[in-house]
């Protein structure tokens, strides 16, 4: 069985990078048994309606601006699983989660930039999640909590976004590693509420975490709720594993989480 996990896919300038973050998420991939498939929620990716792919095989979406050319060519060309697809559809189904099946989108940033470190010869099937930031947390962790018996079937669940992520607040041209207090602050509250599954405490995050009106602006949450898609897709295995944390910009939060453990 595998772990469903939380990676933060960071800026998009990380698919060009060699750091920490990235060495990291190169050795994360030889972790655990080659899943047969990976189920992705990203943060790029927001509806109303949970949204899921059936692809033969994803273009690359450049969903960014004012990067350096290179960044534009790279490709990632995973291809779908039907199968899976299917199988998650029907899951939605018989929990009453309404569901639409999406043939024509790509993979956005969120997606392929954490995907192609992990698994950088896009050999492994994946299935493309959308993210609703309308939705209670509850809710967004029963949608996590539906899937759980696809980690069982070895299918890796990964959920893409930022626990400090706030676009107004980063400083692109200070890159000296210093970190801001209110991110920390954030990022600890955090790490003690998940490693005791404090699901009251987490579904009231925006009320009862030190500055979280700063880690998780209003205007973008999406980055912060996937946590709650993966953390619901081990419910059956509550524990919460810190794999990695670094910053970048002064409070962009690079944190990968494992939840459930490997069998």
């Known amino acids: 069985m595998l772990p469903s996990l939380f990676v933060a896919h960071g800026a998009p300038l990380l698919a060009m990078e060699d750091n920490e973050?990235?060495?990291?998420?190169?050795?994360?991939g030889g972790k655990w048994?080659?899943?047969?498939a990976v189920v992705m929620f990203s943060a790029h990716w927001e509806s109303r309606t949970q949204k899921l792919s059936k692809v033969d095989e994803f273009e690359?979406?450049?969903?960014?601006?004012?990067?350096?050319?290179a960044l534009y060519e790279i490709k990632y060309p995973a291809?779908?699983?039907?199968?899976?697809?299917?199988e998650i559809e029907e899951t939605f189904r018989?929990?009453?989660?309404p569901c639409e099946l999406d043939t024509n989108r790509g993979l956005d940033h969120g997606a392929w930039v954490v995907l192609r470190e992990i698994y950088p010869n896009a050999d492994i099937p994946v299935i493309s999640m959308s993210v609703n930031p309308n939705l209670s947390p509850m809710k967004?962790?029963?949608?996590?909590?539906?899937?759980?018996?696809l980690r069982g079937q070895d299918i890796l669940i990964i959920a893409s976004g930022g626990t400090v992520h706030n676009l107004a607040a980063i400083k692109m041209g200070n890159d000296d590693r210093t970190i801001d207090?209110?991110?920390?602050?954030?990022?600890?509250?955090?790490?003690?509420?998940?490693?005791?599954?404090?699901l009251d405490a987490l579904f009231k995050y925006n009320s009862l975490a030190p500055s979280a009106e700063l880690a998780v602006p209003?205007?973008?949450?999406?980055?912060f709720i996937p946590i709650f898609y993966a953390m619901g897709a081990a419910d059956d295995d509550k524990r919460a594993t810190l794999l990695h944390r670094s910053y970048r910009y002064g409070n962009l939060s690079h944190s990968v989480w494992q939840f459930g453990e490997s069998k």
């Open 94 to 97: 018989k929990q009453g989660i």
């Open 140 to 149: 967004q962790y029963n949608i996590g909590k539906s899937l759980s018996q």
């Open 181 to 198: 207090q209110w991110a920390l602050d954030f990022d600890t509250w955090l790490e003690d509420k998940l490693s005791r599954w404090d």
């Open 60 to 69: 690359t979406i450049y969903d960014f601006g004012g990067f350096p050319q």
């Open 33 to 36: 048994t080659k899943p047969k």
């Open 218 to 223: 209003s205007y973008g949450n999406e980055h």
């Open 79 to 86: 291809k779908g699983e039907h199968s899976v697809t299917k």
């Open 21 to 28: 973050y990235t060495q990291f998420l190169e050795e994360l």
